[in-house]
């Protein structure tokens, strides 16, 4: 007996308790594929390099020419070898550049080279580019065209897969060509599983979305999903290659609304009852939910908090998290779940009862560096409507050590992420001189975490002592931050927020209306520019206007630029002032007719609702007599202005036309 046969057997015996059914799949640690590397003489290498860079170029006047190389091509690759040609990084890309635009036959055609070494090439870090881009190719050619060849072509493909799935589920590359599979199948592509992969963009609009699974294809991920759950789930659970396969299986089959979905939930929620209490720092709360302290377990439990209903996620918090938020908080790990679960938590009562909680300890979710948490909860607070619960504000002065007397450091230490006693140190810091004896520029750094937590102290309108730092930069900070990649956006969030006053937002931009020239050619800043622009009144958007004029010609001359003057209207102020203002109100006369067309329709809505209602509820006292002729049901009068002002149509015939 082999050793792989040994293994096999070993691995057979030992999941014994685990059977599911007959077909039963156990899963393995090693595929025994080795991820080799083509040696090619150079004579083939030229001509492989020569034809991509004629594929590339796509300089063909008709199919014709293109299916003659393709004919060619093939036949090259016939020669040579399936395998040979895709372990090899350049020649695998002419492959995949090739059936970007291939025709059917061609499709076929390599399905028929492929096929025999499927699993091989599945498990190899450069063919599988190829297998992936040739699932979706031979996907989209079934919506299509509906050609029988191709689905039968398919169906043999996914049996491949399917009768090898523990051998690929143990691989790297394998288990992300099954994930791609089973979007593939569904024609859902889910974003947390888009892998950032160096050769991404060759057929990346090769993917087709759609609503409705081809019914060829329910039959094909019907046997897929199948074989997939018979596997011993809570063993893909802790592995590097299964963990991510469960997460996407979840999301697929809840899209689907699959028969398999609640046996492989209950999989997953039965992985709660192992506890551990062997980990550093929280002794003092008891045994924890090792499926959470996991960093590749805990993230088939996100996908599973993100398809469970309001029932299901109240009590999964009841259960499992209520007791412990603070310290699955405080944990390296389970904190993403904790995140999570503040996004998709429905129940205000359980949302009151996580943030206040957790509000109490940001200062050491701060010091821990999980600033994730501390986001989350300004978001759940602004979807449940709890601004008013908590003083946000205070915790976290405090949890910056922000002295009163220097409240308007504020925004800098929250935007650095740093204690005040730090930041105080940098700015003594910078203004001694350098050993050359000119002075040092003032500038903190700007951080994501810092930029995403004044977003949502921005969406939920607490500006306080963060008003006076904004407002009171200097130049040089102004320009940094608004071209900051990461910084900008709380730069926009606070210009855009509707709860953020008017008067704070005027007060920011007449301190950098003149610096709209340095802004405007950068991609950031003009952007901001553009929120500026939106957030000001006449004097100040006059004011920001001259400053780009000034500079027009360097202006118009830089793609961003030329994109916010267009949009500013500029062109229309050099023109002159009246024809400017006149412009700019007939502008925003039509954005309001535009916000009361919205508005009154909204309200239509909501008024057909409440008149609904109200029928609803009078129904059994009004009494009609339907038994003569002319009596006609009475309407309930409509109380609201909209509907009531809304012109009645007149009942004309249609007039057909031929």
């Known amino acids: 007996m082999s050793p792989k046969d ?7 015996s030992a999941s014994t308790e685990a059977l599911q059914g007959s077909d039963y799949v156990p899963v393995i640690t090693d595929s025994g594929v080795k991820d080799s590397v083509s040696d090619l003489p150079k004579s083939i290498l030229e001509y492989y390099t020569n034809i991509e860079k004629v594929l590339e170029r796509e300089d063909f006047e008709n199919n014709s020419e293109r299916e003659l190389l393709e004919e060619k091509l093939l036949e090259q690759i016939k020669s040579d070898g ?3 040609i895709l372990f090899h990084w350049d020649c695998s890309r002419v492959v995949e550049r090739m059936l970007v635009n291939c025709s059917n036959p061609t499709l076929l055609e390599v399905g028929s080279l492929i096929l025999p070494h499927i699993v091989e090439i599945a498990c190899h870090s450069f063919a599988s580019h190829v297998l992936e881009l040739f699932i979706m190719k031979l996907v989209r050619e079934i919506y299509t065209n509906e050609s029988s060849e191709v689905v039968e072509l398919a169906e043999k493909v996914f049996r491949k897969l399917v009768l090898d799935v523990a051998n690929l589920i143990s691989n790297t590359h394998g288990s992300y060509t ?38 060829a294809l329910k039959k094909i991920l019907h046997k897929f999903t199948k074989r997939l759950v018979k596997m011993d789930v809570g063993s893909l659970l802790w592995s590097n290659q299964g963990a991510p396969l469960l997460s996407v299986l979840l999301l697929l089959l809840h899209r689907t609304n699959n028969k398999s979905l609640p046996g492989l939930k209950s999989v997953v929620s039965s992985s709660f009852e192992k506890k551990v209490t062997d980990y550093k720092g929280f002794e003092q709360f008891g045994a924890l939910p090792a499926v959470l302290l996991d960093s590749k377990a805990s993230y088939v439990v996100q996908s599973y908090i993100k398809i469970c209903n309001k029932e299901e996620l109240d009590d999964l918090y009841n259960q499992q998290y209520k007791e412990i938020v603070v310290p699955l908080s405080l944990h390296s790990v389970a904190n993403y779940t904790v995140q999570t679960l503040l996004e998709n938590i429905s129940s205000r009562a359980l949302a ?26 300004t978001k759940c607070c602004y979807h449940h409507g709890l601004t008013s619960n908590f003083d946000i504000m205070k915790t976290l002065l405090d949890a910056f050590h922000i002295p009163d007397e220097q409240s308007s450091l504020f925004f800098r230490c929250v935007m650095s992420m740093t204690t005040y006693e730090v930041l105080l140190e940098k700015i003594e810091y910078s203004k001694k001189p350098t050993q050359s004896g000119k002075p040092r520029r003032d500038r903190f750094e700007a951080t994501l975490a810092g930029s995403l937590l004044l977003q949502g102290l921005f969406q939920l309108g607490l500006l306080g002592p963060l008003e006076e730092g904004i ?34 937002k005027h007060r920011f931009i007449r301190a950098a209306a003149f610096l709209t020239d340095k802004l405007v050619v950068t991609p950031c800043g003009s952007r901001i520019v553009e929120v500026m622009w939106l957030a000001a009144d006449s004097p100040l958007k006059s004011a920001i206007a001259q400053t780009m004029i000034a500079k027009e010609q360097a202006i118009r001359e830089n793609t961003y630029g030329s994109i916010v003057f267009k949009n500013c209207n500029l062109k229309a102020f050099k023109q002159g002032l009246n024809t400017w203002e006149e412009s700019e109100k007939r502008k925003k006369k039509n954005v309001e007719s535009f916000e009361k067309i919205i508005n009154n329709e909204s309200a239509v809505e909501s008024a057909e609702k409440s008149v609904a209602q109200e029928e609803d509820s009078i129904g059994g006292e009004v009494v009609q007599n339907l038994s003569s002729e002319d009596t006609k049901p009475k309407k309930v009068k409509r109380k609201d202005s909209v509907i009531s002002d809304k012109p009645k149509k007149s009942k004309k015939k249609k007039i057909e036309t031929s």
Not at 6 to 12: G, L, P, R
Not at 478 to 496: C, D, E, G, R
């Open 352 to 377: 009151l009862d996580m943030c206040s909680k957790i509000v109490p300890v940001f200062e050491d979710l701060l010091a821990e560096s999980i600033t994730g948490v501390v986001i989350s909860v």
């Open 178 to 215: 099954l994930r791609v599979a089973l979007q593939v199948l569904v024609g859902a592509r889910i974003e947390d599983e888009k892998k950032k992969r160096k050769r991404w963009d060759i057929g990346k609009n090769s993917f087709y979305e759609t609503k409705d699974t081809h019914p």
């Open 471 to 504: 407002c009171s930069l200097s130049e040089d900070h102004i320009v940094y931050l608004a071209t900051n990649p990461q910084s900008s956006h709380a730069v926009q969030a606070f210009l855009s927020s509707v709860t953020i006053p008017v008067s704070a």
């Open 82 to 84: 399936i395998t040979k």
């Open 6 to 12: 040994e293994e096999m057997e070993v691995f057979s």
